[in-house]
C-alpha cells in the first residue's frame, strides 16, 4: 500500500508562486510514475504534470511555462513548483502515484490551492 500526503497549498494573488509537496510512504519504488492533477469546483479532475520512471516530465498545456514538476526518489518526495498563477488554477490539487503492474493508482487527500484578489 501506498499513501500520499500533500502540503504546500494557499490563497495567493494573481502572478504569485506556491511550492506543492506529496510526500510518499509505504511500497514505494522509483520505477513508478508520479504526479499531479487538479480540481475545480463543479469540474472535473484533469492532469496537471508528471514525473516518470525515466525521469522524464509532461505537463498539460494550461501550465505549460509557469509549473515545474521535480521528485526526490530518496525522500520519497514529490514536488510543484508553480508560479504566475492566475484565478482559473484555483483548484485542489492531488498527488497521484501510478503502479505499472498491477495497474493502479493511489491518491492523496489534496490541497486547496486559492488564486484571487
Known amino acids: 500500500q501506498v499513501q500520499l500526503v500533500e502540503s504546500g497549498g494557499g490563497l495567493v494573488q494573481p502572478g504569485g508562486s506556491l511550492r506543492l509537496s506529496c510526500a510518499a510512504s509505504g511500497s514505494v519504488f522509483s520505477i513508478n510514475a508520479m504526479g499531479w492533477y487538479r480540481q475545480a469546483p463543479g469540474k472535473q479532475r484533469e492532469f496537471v504534470a508528471t514525473f516518470t520512471s525515466a525521469g522524464t516530465t509532461h505537463s498539460a498545456a494550461s501550465v505549460k511555462g509557469r509549473f515545474t514538476i521535480s521528485r526526490d526518489t530518496f525522500k520519497n518526495t514529490l514536488y510543484l513548483e508553480m508560479n504566475s498563477l492566475q484565478p482559473e488554477d484555483t483548484a485542489l490539487y492531488y498527488c497521484?502515484?501510478?503502479?505499472?503492474?498491477?495497474?493502479?493508482?493511489?491518491w492523496g487527500q489534496g490541497t486547496q490551492v486559492t488564486v484571487s484578489s
Open positions: 497521484n502515484y501510478h503502479m505499472a503492474w498491477p495497474p493502479k493508482d493511489y
